[in-house]
């Protein structure tokens, strides 16, 4: 089975750090362009952070400096470590992977992140 589990969201307050796993099972990470995306209730669904499968990355300015994305291949697992977090940030977090070969692309089935005191 083909799938993208999270974990790692819960509780936290304001200023305080969280770590986010996606680990992949069925298929290998090693061609795939990763995000995590975050939606809040009554918004869209936002990207917040991208790695190729190179390695490169990009985030946009809501979470530059604060927000990390890395991969570990051999753990066929993608992470995000969210710093100095804020009430904002409060929404479920996804995992995405696209293949760069076949476009083939998968979504994780996502974890809460709440920031409040």
């Known amino acids: 089975q083909l799938q993208l589990v999270e974990s790692g969201g819960g509780l936290v307050q304001p200023g305080g750090s969280l770590r986010l796993s996606c680990a992949a099972s069925?298929?290998?990470?090693?061609?795939?362009?990763m995000g995590w995306y975050r939606q809040a209730p009554g918004k869209q669904r936002d990207v917040v952070a991208r790695?190729?499968?190179?390695?490169?990355?990009n985030y946009p300015d809501s979470v530059k400096g604060r927000f990390t994305i890395s991969r570990d291949n051999a753990k066929n697992t993608v992470y995000l470590q969210m710093n100095s977090l804020k009430p904002e940030d409060t929404a479920v977090y996804y995992c995405?992977?696209?293949?760069?070969?076949?476009?083939?692309?998968?979504w994780g089935q996502g974890t809460q992140v709440t920031v409040s005191s």
């Open positions: 995405h992977a696209v293949s760069a070969v076949t476009w083939t692309n998968y």
């Open positions: 069925g298929f290998t990470l090693d061609d795939y362009a």
């Open positions: 790695i190729s499968s190179s390695g490169s990355t």
